[in-house]
């Protein structure tokens, strides 16, 4: 019985009567984890301020966390299919505790970035197990489908609550709070796994496959590395250049490894299946549009409305109501008119919205973007859940752990790029209109480079240059930023059109094998 609850230290009836509140156990870490992959953003301009951070370095921040938990989350949910779910969870929640408490305390951007890589360890080890262990908990099709509707909602809501959070914590303490938190949270969520939460495993599984698990972690961390710095040294570098000829080759390694393997980290003939195939592509570019869209207007509710972190947390709050609200309900959707209608409609709205963000000005007012907030909610929450169970109910339980695996790491990798992507379209386009501006006015190098770096900074500068010339720095620098936010917004755009028309044609309107 590999791979079931035969394996389990508990009875399998206990463990069917407790099944709800296993799961609520593991939506409350899961929520910790989403947080924390928009929990920073709004602390940004407070942690750019304090630990005198570039863009560059702002964005690594964000980026470190999803670059190593992506990289490791295969490996470590086959691991947990070889070892035990549970007690790689419970090591995944000890390793995030204490990344976090390492990164409320980190002095420089640098120990911050390595704390947020450690953080991003174990949510490695907690987010497949989270979904493999539902999966095993429950075995029936209806109550799994409802499970995953409430795992998926929880995934997308945590990401947009995770703004109001750090608002709040920023309103009454520092920033290393937004990190602080979760320390006493992971204490209780490891308490409560080790009396509720059931021992699964697949003793037929292989072992770890160590050799791709560097290279897909090389591979993501030079393309990664090559979209951020660009800005700051030039496409046309030969670091930038070298970077990403550098990625795209190990990425081909990658899949060449894999398909002669015998123990593949990620097993290739899963792709062969369209439901399967096209449903992982479509998770990653919701989590592209999804954190591409809070890294860009997090920042322009702050430094262009004047919002404080708080009240541009709150003002995110239509995105989290509209996934809670129709989280649940996109399943049941599915299966009653089709996958591919509902998840094809739900990128069309997410689409829709970033057009109609992308039209926003620096003249604007909140009122522009929450119709738009409301449509991105509607529409991630359309997407999110019905792909998830495509992925989980195409593969056999006892390759959950793969399978979570699979779905969380284009989660976090679509969601780390969006962050690149967007915010590299962001950064060129403000640079592109600034530097012309403040070579002209003749201001000494150093200070040049602090305001082309970002639109913290040129705030920064223009808050203490005398008034009239802080003044127009100030309209000047939020122009640019708009501009490039804009800009970004646009390829955004572009990017979920053609992701909801790939998934028309191709996604199976019902569970299928294909």
């Not at 949910?77 to 549970?86: E, N, S």
């Not at 000005?361 to 907030?373: K, L, M």
């Not at 019905?386 to 793969?402: D, F, H, I």
């Not at 390829?491 to 569970?511: D, E």
């Amino acid at each position: 019985m590999s791979g079931s609850l035969a394996t389990n230290a508990v009875p399998t009836q206990e463990v069917a009567h407790r099944r709800w509140v296993i799961l609520a156990v593991l939506c409350v870490t899961l929520l910790l984890i989403s947080l924390d992959n928009t929990v920073l953003n709004v602390a940004l301009p407070s942690i750019a301020h304090s630990l005198s951070a570039s863009a560059s370095q702002l964005q690594w921040m964000v980026d470190a966390y999803a670059v190593v938990f992506a990289g490791l989350l295969l490996t470590l949910g086959a691991l947990g299919d070889r070892v035990g779910r549970k007690w790689v969870f419970m090591g995944g929640l000890i390793v995030f505790g204490g990344g976090s408490a390492f990164a409320a305390w980190a002095g420089s951007a640098d120990v911050l970035t390595a704390a947020r890589a450690v953080m991003g360890l174990g949510a490695a080890a907690l987010m497949p197990c989270t979904l493999s262990i539902l999966t095993n908990v429950f075995t029936e099709e209806r109550d799994r489908v409802r499970a995953i509707g409430v795992w998926s909602g929880t995934t997308g809501i945590g990401v947009a609550l995770g703004p109001i959070l750090g608002g709040w914590l920023l309103a009454h303490f520092w920033w290393g709070s937004v990190f602080l938190v979760n320390v006493p949270i992971a204490f209780v969520g490891l308490i409560a796994a080790a009396r509720f939460v059931p021992n699964s495993m697949n003793p037929a599984s292989l072992r770890p496959d160590g050799v791709g698990a560097g290279l897909s972690i090389l591979g993501l961390g030079l393309l990664l590395w090559g979209i951020i710095e660009a800005p700051d040294r030039g496409w046309t570098s030969p670091f930038i250049i070298g970077s990403l000829v550098a990625a795209l080759f190990v990425v081909g390694v990658f899949v060449m490894w894999e398909r002669r393997n015998d123990h593949p980290m990620l097993p290739l003939v899963f792709f062969a299946r369209r439901r399967y195939s096209v449903a992982i592509a479509a998770l990653a570019l919701v989590l592209f549009a999804l954190l591409g869209m809070f890294f860009l207007m997090t920042q322009y509710l702050q430094f262009d409305l004047g919002y404080s972190p708080l009240e541009a947390g709150v003002r995110m709050l239509p995105v989290a109501l509209a996934l809670l609200v129709i989280a649940r309900l996109s399943v049941l959707a599915a299966r009653s008119i089709g996958t591919k209608y509902v998840v094809s409609v739900g990128l069309a709205m997410v689409a829709i919205s970033f057009g109609l963000l992308s039209r926003t000005t620096v003249s604007g007012s909140y009122r522009d973007c929450f119709v738009p907030f409301v449509m991105a909610g509607i529409g991630v929450a359309l997407s999110l859940a019905p792909c998830t169970e495509s992925v989980m109910g195409s593969l056999p339980k006892e390759q959950a752990g793969v399978g979570s695996a699979t779905n969380d790491t284009a989660l976090q990798v679509g969601g780390a790029l969006g962050v690149g992507v967007l915010g590299t379209a962001l950064n060129l386009r403000y640079e592109h209109l600034m530097r012309p501006i403040v070579a002209r006015a003749g201001v000494p190098l150093s200070v040049q480079r602090l305001i082309d770096s970002s639109l913290g900074a040129a705030l920064t500068v223009a808050h203490r240059a005398p008034k009239n010339l802080g003044d127009e720095l100030a309209t000047l620098a939020r122009r640019a930023f708009v501009s490039g936010m804009d800009e970004a917004l646009v390829i955004a755009t572009a990017v979920v059109a053609v992701a909801a028309l790939v998934v028309f044609l191709f996604l199976p309107s019902r569970g299928s094998s294909v």
